[in-house]
């Protein structure tokens, strides 16, 4: 069993940045793709970038290349989301969720452990 709890949201303007945690329980971490899904208010979860469990391969949504910047400190057992030029349309719930067979995927049926998420609101 992962546990995982995000932290690092809040209310930014739009073209600020912000950097957003997820710390996960176990001693296995180091094995899972980790990815980072949002959720805004009656739209449906959607895949933001995930990170191989070795760091060496990330992924990222259309909508965020160049902007956002996933990394992972298996040390820490710590997975992060850099955000930079934030918009209100990045106005979401941000979740991170753990994979614990195969590699990085964008759907959220093929993780198998998530968080609680985090509120990122971004005002124009």
């Known amino acids: 069993q992962v546990q995982l709890v995000e932290s690092g949201g809040g209310l930014v303007q739009a073209g600020d940045s912000l950097r957003l945690s997820c710390a996960a329980s176990?001693?296995?971490?180091?094995?899972?793709?980790m990815g980072w899904f949002r959720q805004a208010p009656g739209k449906e979860r959607e895949f933001v970038a995930a990170?191989?469990?070795?760091?060496?391969?990330?992924y990222y949504a259309d909508f965020v290349k160049g902007r956002f910047t996933i990394s992972r400190d298996n040390a820490k057992n710590t997975v992060y989301l850099q955000m930079n030029s934030l918009t209100p349309e990045d106005t979401a719930v941000y979740y991170c969720?753990?994979?614990?067979?195969?590699?990085?995927?964008?759907?959220?049926?093929?993780?198998?452990?998530w968080g609680q998420g985090t509120q990122v609101t971004v005002s124009s």
């Open positions: 176990g001693r296995t971490f180091s094995t899972y793709a």
């Open positions: 990170i191989s469990w070795s760091g060496v391969t990330a």
């Open positions: 969720a753990a994979r614990a067979r195969g590699d990085t995927a964008t759907t959220p049926l093929a993780y198998d452990y």
